[in-house]
């Protein structure tokens, strides 16, 4: 087979032999095609989305209308990419509606596929949880296959949506063009172990806009993500 630079490197930031349809809560970042600026500007620490910026929000909001088995937490658009939290539930296997807090833990930890690739800052600590088996964030353990969907496919048809929605958009309302893609081709993912990893996720999530200067996305870091 010929080497596809594209190809082969976007499978090697995937955690070898991991399947990505197994329920849990996984952290996902994606960026604009060369770390373009499309979706508004952050002021005093505060992201403040222009109309790209909203359709980028609805867009992601609406993926658990097109996947049962999806269930979203802390997100955020910044001016170049975004950060969301996506728990994929066994909703699809048993048939109900319920969400995923209070899911029991399943299957064993995955490894640990890296750190959180996106800020020279970490993320702050939290205070361990208490007891062994404690969960109080409900955040299940990865474990259990998901027939229904896996998340290379839940990220792929928000890019396509998105995509298909601001090109329409830069013809009708002049929105700034896209160079080729809108969306790099990549993505990165973080499996979300336990409930303290979910918790500094949360916190980097929610702060991500005032440490917007140091981020690595951003375009004047000439740092490569």
């Known amino acids: 087979m010929k080497y596809d630079p594209d190809k082969h490197h976007r499978r090697s930031i995937r955690l070898k032999g991991y399947d990505y349809s197994s329920t849990g809560a996984y952290f996902v970042t994606i960026c604009t095609q060369n770390r373009a600026c499309l979706f508004g500007e952050i002021w005093d620490g505060v992201m403040h989305l222009n109309d790209a910026g909203k359709m980028i929000d609805r867009v992601w909001h609406e993926l658990p209308h097109r996947f049962l088995s999806v269930e979203l937490d802390a997100f955020i658009v910044m001016p170049n990419h975004i950060h969301g939290i996506i728990r994929l539930t066994d909703n699809a296997i048993m048939g109900n509606d319920d969400n995923c807090v209070g899911v029991p833990l399943v299957g064993t930890l995955p490894t640990d596929p890296g750190t959180i690739a996106d800020s020279g800052e970490k993320a702050g600590t939290r205070p361990a949880p208490t007891g062994e088996h404690e969960n109080p964030v409900g955040v299940p353990l990865v474990g ?82």
């Open 144 to 225: 259990t296959p998901n027939p229904e969907v896996t998340l290379g496919e839940i990220v792929g048809t928000f890019k396509s949506i998105s995509t298909h929605e601001y090109a329409i958009a830069v013809k009708q309302q002049n929105w700034q063009p896209f160079y080729v893609r809108l969306w790099q081709r990549n993505y990165y993912e973080h499996v979300i172990r336990d409930a303290i990893a979910f918790e500094k996720i949360l916190d980097y999530v929610q702060t991500n806009p005032r440490r917007w200067h140091l981020d690595q996305l951003h375009p004047e870091n000439p740092s490569k993500w």
